[in-house]
């Protein structure tokens, strides 16, 4: 793929490389497994000037650019997923605002996001809204000059941490009863309250909300009143491509790993390497590789162009890098034999880690729905 990127992109890339390398690596070493964003954490993302990519420059940013924000979540996740997690949400959270926002709400917040100054979240889920978003059921009655949110959100990530977020909700109209709307919250606001931590398999801040008549102003309503659904969507296009990249950068480190133990392990008198269904492996892990990288920045260059059907190169490109990066690690795992399977080995840990992948931000299969669903209505333009 390096011919397809530019030089200020391969620079960029070599910087996050560096990061993740000499800040990041050391810093894992230290925390360990979290299930929040401790300040060390924090304080690494804001001093490494990484979420530029994420905003327009107008607005403190480096320029919106879905192939760097793929470099940097690649270059992270292999090496510190709760810090890649922590800059995905920045994104998740924060592109609402740059896509729907007034000229006062992106003044006063994408500022403070892009210097990482505050922590911000996507609160899209529910217990009986998973897949299905149009069955969210938290509701934003419209009081006039504030709206009163009741509801329950589940499974937010960095929803401990964040200061801020986006939160959809439905707002009846007499004419679409089931019209969703986003607003920005904050943490300051009474009835954005924390109802339960959750575990998950790996390192992760996440939680679910109960919010009782939290009163949010108009001023923090988020483009027009019905037009949340559109929003998480277009916010999950440019954000699907690079979950496929955060899948490319653990299975890059599975295989750097597999390479490394595979020489140095000797077993029936030779390293395992040796034998050819160990080299096969590798020969798999990296065809696999290559292919998933080709995908996601076809995707990350298709939405930086512009085009039409970049959302369903998003897809593709998470739906095949977040599978081919789970097989990835298990024949990882498999080559490490014991101490694959040792808690706190590095492909263990990318074992746990690499799953939520196939899960999150649209399962596998919601990604077939969203593929064959551009599929058909092509097809339904051509025969027009
Ligand atoms: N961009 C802009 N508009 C979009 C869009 C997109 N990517 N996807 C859908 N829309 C529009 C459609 O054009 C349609 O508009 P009209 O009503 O004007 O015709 C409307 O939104 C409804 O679309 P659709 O009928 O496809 O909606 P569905 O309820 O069938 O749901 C899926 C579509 C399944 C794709 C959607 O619910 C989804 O992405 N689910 C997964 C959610 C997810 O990723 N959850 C994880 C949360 S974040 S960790």
Request: proline share 4%.
């Amino acid at each position: 793929m390096e011919h397809l990127l530019s030089k200020e992109d391969l620079d960029f890339r070599a910087r996050c490389q560096a990061y993740a390398r000499d800040e990041l690596r050391p810093l894992a070493k230290q925390l360990g497994e979290i299930d929040d964003v401790p300040e060390a954490l924090r304080t690494s993302l804001r001093d490494s000037g990484l979420y530029g990519p994420l905003y327009p420059k107008a607005f403190g940013g480096q320029g919106l650019s879905a192939v760097r924000i793929c470099l940097a979540r690649e270059a992270m996740a292999g090496v510190f997923a709760p810090a890649d997690t922590t800059y995905a949400m920045q994104g998740l959270g924060g592109y609402p605002i740059v896509l729907a926002g007034s000229e006062e709400q992106k003044q006063r917040f994408l500022p403070e996001l892009a210097a990482g100054r505050r922590l911000t979240t996507f609160c899209l889920t529910e217990p009986e809204a998973g897949s299905d978003v149009s069955a969210l059921q938290t509701t934003a009655m419209d009081a006039g000059d504030h709206f009163v949110v009741n509801g329950r959100k589940r499974f937010i990530s960095n929803g401990f941490s964040a200061d801020m977020g986006i939160l959809f909700a439905r707002t009846p109209l007499a004419d679409k009863p089931n019209a969703i709307s986003a607003f920005i919250v904050e943490k300051s606001m009474a009835g954005w309250n924390v109802d339960k931590r959750l575990a998950l398999m790996a390192s992760h801040d996440i939680v679910a909300f109960e919010i009782k008549d939290l009163r949010v102003p108009r001023t923090h309503l988020l483009g027009p009143v019905g037009g949340g659904f559109k929003l998480a969507m277009q916010t999950l296009d440019l954000m699907r491509m690079s979950v496929g990249a955060a899948a490319l950068g653990m299975a890059q480190t599975a295989l750097t790993e597999s390479l490394r133990y595979s020489q140095a392990r000797v077993q029936f008198g030779q390293p395992i390497v040796a034998f050819q269904s160990t080299a096969f492996k590798l020969a798999d892990m990296a065809v696999e590789i290559e292919a998933a990288r080709g995908l996601v920045y076809r995707a990350a260059l298709k939405k930086d162009r512009g085009a039409a059907d970049a959302s369903y190169h998003s897809s593709i490109a998470k739906l095949y890098a977040t599978e081919a990066a789970f097989r990835c690690i298990d024949q990882a795992v498999q080559i490490h034999g014991g101490v694959g399977v040792l808690r706190g080995s590095t492909v263990e840990r990318l074992y746990r880690e690499i799953r939520p992948l196939r899960v999150y931000e649209g399962t596998t299969e919601i990604q077939k729905v969203i593929i064959a669903n551009h599929l058909l209505k092509a097809e339904k333009q051509k025969r027009k």
